[in-house]
């Protein structure tokens, strides 16, 4: 059953970061493989405008509820890039416009033809929402996971804070998208072999594409790559096989092993994941990602 759009405004807004000391970044700076991560969190957060006018594109534009979300997703989204930059800043790295100008002359080719691609995908295949709906849910269920593993890794309580704020929104982003997706796939044999098919063939670590390979493959690698981040993708597996028809794609794991791999075979080895012994947010991730 679709969550109601009324409960999501009333949820929803700005992640408050104004109670949060982003100067104990400059007394206990992060880790350098933790900030790039951030900066890969940062760029994604922050292109999620460019993805909504890609969605616009489709005919689910004629459905208030869903620029009704879509809408409230973007801003939320925003305000999570923003944050993230804070604390980019606080180490001296390049955050906001500095990185977006950037970012968009990389993908320029592709934004310039992805809503011509994204239009004729709405308009000539009548089951694209069900994929639409399911590859958020997937994606936001896999950003709840990164987060959930950096703030592990980190063991900074300001970055705890800030990303179980960022975690408890993203929570929501997922359940409205799962939520959606199951009604489209539940009764609906051909959404469910159509979105399947995509799946299989396209999905990929969020952000292929949009940022370099090399950051989406480090990210994916570095966070999920060891057993304590495999246990998160795995919680992740679990929801995608529960969604009607996606039973054992195992598209997270394998996304991970082939970003592993070309970590390896590009930088020589993968960091080891610094852990915080006493940070343990596997209930966290289950609470936000249900």
């Known amino acids: ?6 409960k999501f405004q009333e949820q929803g807004g700005r992640s408050r970061t104004d109670d949060l000391d982003f100067e104990t970044f400059r007394e206990q700076p992060l880790d350098e493989h933790v900030l790039r991560c951030l900066g890969y969190m940062h760029d994604i957060e922050y292109q999620t405008v460019l993805y909504t006018r890609e969605l616009l594109m489709t005919p689910a534009w004629k459905d208030p509820q869903f620029t009704a979300f879509i809408t409230l997703w973007n801003c939320e989204e925003y305000w999570h890039g923003q944050a993230i930059g804070k604390v980019l800043e606080m180490h001296d790295r390049p955050a906001h416009d500095e990185r977006l100008i950037a970012m968009r002359e990389f993908g320029k080719r592709y934004l310039f033809w992805s809503p011509a691609i994204f239009w004729m995908l709405g308009h000539g295949i ?6 639409h709906m399911t590859w958020g849910a997937i994606n936001e269920w896999t950003a709840n996971a990164a987060y959930n593993r950096l703030q592990q890794i980190a063991g900074h309580p300001t970055l705890s804070e800030l990303l179980g704020r960022i975690m408890r929104q993203e929570g929501r982003h997922a359940a409205f998208y799962a939520a959606w997706a199951r009604d489209l796939l539940e009764n609906d044999a051909r959404s469910r072999w159509v979105t399947r098919q ?3 063939r ?3 670590i969020v952000g292929n594409g949009d940022v370099p390979r090399s950051e989406t493959a480090f990210a994916g690698a570095y966070l999920f790559g060891d057993d304590e981040g495999n246990a998160l993708i795995e919680r992740v597996e679990s929801r995608i096989d529960a969604l009607p028809g996606l039973s054992g794609l195992n598209l997270v794991q394998n996304a991970i092993r082939k970003a592993t791999d070309e970590v390896l075979a590009t930088e020589g080895n993968v960091p080891a994941a610094r ?3 006493t940070v ?3 209930a966290e991730t289950d609470r936000v990602t249900a």
Request: proline share 8%; hydrophobic share 55%.
């Open 275 to 277: 852990r915080a012994a």
């Open 280 to 282: 343990d947010l596997t």
């Open 202 to 204: 396209q999905w990929d």
């Open 198 to 200: 995509f799946l299989v």
């Open 126 to 131: 009548r089951r694209f929402p069900a994929v």
């Open 1 to 6: 059953m679709q969550i109601p759009i009324s």
